[in-house]
């Protein structure tokens, strides 16, 4: 597992990579971030996968969010999220339902 220390701007939130590897044996990057949003609402799956699309110079369609889990009261979520190499791995690997809550396999924003 490999650290980094790269932040992401998620619209008005500040996002810190905290763990990122490569897992090729899947063809998938593997990332856990801290979201900070204090005083603020949660960012969205979709908010969370173009961001994440963005930083990483990739398309959305290649990303997909497994899990939002907020702290209560903190401010801080962690963030998992799978980066793919090509959109028919993806479609292999992620459930049915982690396509349906990140927006399908073409979001709309």
């Known amino acids: ?8 701007n998620i619209g008005e939130y500040k996002a810190e990579v905290v763990s990122d590897r490569y897992n090729p044996l899947i063809g998938r990057r593997e990332l856990v971030l801290r979201v900070d949003h204090p005083l603020k609402p949660t960012p969205t799956r979709l908010q969370l996968r173009f961001s994440i699309a963005k930083a990483f110079n990739t398309d959305v ?6 899990s939002v889990k907020t702290e209560y009261g903190m401010g801080v979520s962690r963030v998992e999220a799978h980066i793919y190499d090509s959109v028919e791995r993806a ?4 459930p ?3 396509v349906e809550r990140n927006g ?6």
């Open 1 to 8: 597992m490999s650290v980094t220390s790269k932040i992401l």
């Open 61 to 66: 369609e290649r990303v997909y969010v497994r």
């Open 91 to 94: 479609l292999a690997f992620e």
């Open 96 to 98: 049915k339902y982690v």
């Open 104 to 109: 399908g396999v073409k979001p709309q924003q």
